[in-house]
């Protein structure tokens, strides 16, 4: 097999981007999210056979008390600091987003 080239090809005028988002959630919302996003960078079904349209990669980092040691990319103080901001920006409530978006009410569990 031959060793990929770590030279770009003339003809391709892409770039490596990076997009950092900071969120403060819960583990279920980042999963979901990384849906949301994945689908939107490939424009096909999550699971479609072949490529992608676009060649992406994406990984999440943080978590839980527990994960927050450095090997996941946010140590205690990053940690802190984005609890800190993030937690001041109002979040709409779920109806509200439901509204907004055109979508039916969701049922609320019940205890």
């Not at 849906?35 to 424009?43: D, H, K, N, S």
């Not at 096909?44 to 490529?51: C, L, R, T, V, W």
């Amino acid at each position: 097999m031959p060793e990929p080239s770590l030279q770009q090809p003339a003809h391709d005028s892409r770039q490596p981007f990076r997009i950092v988002v900071d969120v403060l959630a819960t583990p279920e919302q980042v999963h979901a999210l990384q849906e949301v996003i994945g689908q939107a960078l490939c424009a096909a079904p999550a699971e479609h056979p072949g490529a992608c349209r676009t060649a992406w990669s994406m990984a999440h980092v943080g978590g839980g008390a527990d994960g927050l040691d450095g090997s996941y990319g946010l140590d205690q103080e990053e940690a802190a600091f984005l609890r800190e901001h993030l937690a001041q920006v109002p979040v709409w409530p779920r109806a509200e987003v439901d509204r907004s978006l055109g979508l039916p009410p969701t049922p609320h569990p019940h205890p």
